[in-house]
């Protein structure tokens, strides 16, 4: 199969195209929420617990940063590429049948349109409109991008005269030799989280030039002393840029790069697909000494951050703990 472009092909691709297999984890759902006597279900991108939610009448909110839950009609997501209509309106009618079977299995009426499945009783999303996956979306829930307080060690210990910069990677990252060959040639004091480095094979010049780790890191600090970030997931990218940090993204999924294309549009970033090409190499160095030495993209970052240093997040989450509580 082709990549899904859409979330009703993300679906299909999950299992959502068989109506026995769909039912048999709908039970399963339904009986995790029978054993723990769930008076309310949070759901973040998990379809199925809602679907299960909507069989017993159980109340369920949906949180998340935004991609898991798309506008209405649900749009293509994969923008970059051709996609075929009419091969999407099958799809979604297959998977409008498939969950219309299920709910009709347990009693409950069908949908009109495979879109109602994540009409829920609240929807609050972990980002801000300018950074949303779905820009058109209009009034929304809007949290912005939160990150857990005091957990993890400090990045940077002491000053220092270079630039710092904080590159959390993935051993599956392709292309990742290049981009720690990249950050190596860089005058920067580079920290570089990665939970395993065994099959990383790069000379030991390479390698003393950086300090790598797999211990949890405080994001919090990072964003207070970084000069510049690397990462490929949307929270960490999200949530740099509106704590005015330029960030380099490296988007493994079709998520990620939605998410990093609402940063490039803002201008507080760049965005580079990782690939073991050979030219990804030069491709890497060039956006790296772009970031460092082009102001624009701090000074948009930071306007990002101006925009929203009044939004006070955790007295937006208390407030929808308290939502929640009443639902």
Known sequence: WAPPADYAEL????????????????????????????????????PTAVLAARTQGVPCVQWGHGFG??????????????????????VRQHVLTTVNAVLGQFGEPGLDAPDQLLN????????????????????????????????????????????????????????????????????????????????????????????????LIDIHAVARQADLVICSGTDTLHGMAVRGIPTLALPMNAE????????LALGAGLSLVPSPAPDFLQAVVDALNQLLHNASFRE??????????????????????DRCVAL
Do not use: M
Not at 141 to 151: M, T
């Open 300 to 321: 948009r970052a930071r306007r990002l951050q101006a925009d929203h240093r009044d939004q006070d997040s955790e007295a937006k989450v208390a407030a929808i703990a």
């Open 256 to 263: 990620q790069r939605l998410g990093s294309e609402r940063l």
């Open 69 to 90: 839950v798309p506008t209405r009609p649900w749009p293509v997501f994969r923008t970059w590429e051709p996609t075929p209509v009419e091969s999407l309106a099958q």
């Open 120 to 215: 829920t009783a609240a929807c609050f999303l972990t980002t801000w409109p300018e950074l949303d996956h779905y820009p058109d979306r209009g009034s929304a829930d809007y949290c912005g991008p939160l990150w857990p307080a005091g957990i993890g060690e400090v990045p940077w210990a002491v000053d220092s005269a270079l630039p710092r910069i904080f590159a959390y990677l993935r051993p599956n990252l392709p292309g990742l030799p290049a981009v720690i060959r990249a950050l190596a040639a860089l005058d920067a004091d580079v920290l570089v989280h990665l939970s395993d480095r065994s099959g990383l094979e790069l000379a030991t010049t390479t390698l003393d030039r950086l300090r790598f780790t797999d211990r």
């Open 11 to 46: 679906l299909l691709h999950a299992g959502w195209g068989q109506a026995s297999g769909l039912q048999a984890r709908v039970r399963g759902w339904r009986g995790l929420f029978d054993a723990l006597n769930a008076d309310l279900i949070i759901a973040d991108h998990s």
